[in-house]
């Protein structure tokens, strides 16, 4: 099963968690990344936007979580911190993907964190460079 949130500010973070994250079963792992959409606003023009989501992936499903994000000292990692400590990662490590992980400028994944290795993996390339095999284990 897949839940994904109405993008919401980051203030209802938690208790947007606290209702989703018990249906997605034992969380494995936390993935921040970015990705572009492009939509149609008028007959002859087009807008571009760029994403950034937290994706939970459980036993059970994923969640996406928006409004939450890295890499600076404000409301958005803030918010991620929160959601990280009620996935079960500790507040040090928590602390350390909000606020000192850097955001790329690409799509793709910035960071993932693996919940039974305790393994926090940072990416400074798009994952359609990264070599093969790292492409998909990382699917």
Known sequence: ???RTKTIASLGVES???RNLPKIGMILSIVGKRFTSTRKSSATTTSTTSH???V???SRGKATFSGVLWGYSGQGPRALVKLLVLCGVSQDIAEQIAFNTPRNT???IDW???LDSQELHKYSRTV???P???VKSLS
């Open 112 to 114: 993932e964190y693996f």
């Open 16 to 18: 947007r968690a606290q």
């Open 52 to 54: 950034e989501v937290v």
């Open 56 to 58: 939970i992936t459980g």
């Open 132 to 134: 093969q095999n790292v």
């Open 1 to 3: 099963m897949n839940y």
């Open 128 to 130: 359609t460079q990264l």
């Open 106 to 108: 690409f799509d793709g």
